[in-house]
């Protein structure tokens, strides 16, 4: 199995900078990048001659979107296959158009992990409640309810990270 090239958020937008029209986004990019993926999100201009109202913007924002997504999608796969090559990650794409985003795709990557009879138990509830097909549609419900929930935690705890990174990455003087 080859090694994942490391990669940070600024060269990835960099590249993708190169690689895409400049007509597409009207900012640079953003990236998110963990170990098997890397998702690429730009930002549409909102459509300007809507019908007064937020419903109506909702949907003119949802339509854009459609069209992007369906318009770009040849050179978009073209893209994201060398990204794919140079960072051995798979590339995702979303958009965001006035107050809506959408991911076009992203991946779900299987997770192995050990519970305990009462973690398990917790996931056949959830089954039986109709909650969840599978042990696993339930663990990753779980894994969203403490993800909005606990997002100012969650926030808090990925910047932690990111400083013990940093400390690592210095090394002693």
Not at 80 to 86: D, M, P, V
Request: hydrophobic share 40%.
């Amino acid at each position: 199995m080859a090694v994942r090239p490391e990669c940070d958020e600024t060269e990835v937008v960099s590249w993708f900078a190169g690689q895409l029209p400049d007509d597409w986004f009207i900012e640079p990019v953003t990236a998110v990048i963990d170990r098997d993926e890397i998702l690429v999100t730009g930002r549409l201009p909102a459509p300007t001659s809507v019908p007064e109202g937020e419903e109506n913007a909702r949907i003119a924002a949802e339509s854009r979107i459609t069209s992007f997504r369906e318009t770009s999608r040849d050179q978009r796969v073209q893209i994201a296959r060398a990204a794919q090559t140079r960072w051995l990650r798979v590339i995702s794409w979303a958009v965001t158009c006035g107050k809506e985003t959408k991911p076009f795709k992203t991946t779900s990557v299987p997770v192995m992990t050990r519970l305990y009879m009462p973690e398990r138990q917790t996931l056949d509830t959830l089954i039986e409640a109709g909650v969840a097909r599978s042990r696993s549609e339930g663990l990753s419900w779980c894994v969203r309810q403490v993800q909005q929930h606990q997002s100012d935690w969650i926030e808090e705890l990925q910047d932690a990270v990111k400083t013990v990174e940093a400390i690592r990455a210095k090394g002693p003087s």
